[in-house]
């Protein structure tokens, strides 16, 4: 089953809300739910080193990545398939189908 990123929409002024508000903060117009294409670029970025959860391997790396849909739509994500030390500010990564073990969605460098 393929995962879907869903990101709240403003129904009125067409501006992305996230992290979810209820209502949009910009004209105060109702949101839905939407998917996003899954694609962006990592924004800022660190390397785990600490085993915090089993169900994590060490190094790992957790990002905010800014989504294509909307400049300054930023989701906090986990960068996987590539080694910590490949990631960079600016580097094209596009939504895996499945989250990670805790929930988080992951991306992987843009083919």
Known sequence: MSNQLLIEHCENCAHWVHPAAGECRDCGGALVARPVSGQGIVFTYTVNYHAFNPELPTPYVIALVELAEQ????????????????????????????????????????Q
């Open 71 to 110: 400049s300054g739509l930023k989701v906090a994500a986990n960068i996987v398939d590539c080694e910590p030390d490949s990631v960079n500010c600016g580097l094209a990564v596009q939504l895996l189908p499945e989250p990670g073990p805790t929930g988080a969605p992951r991306f992987a460098p843009a």
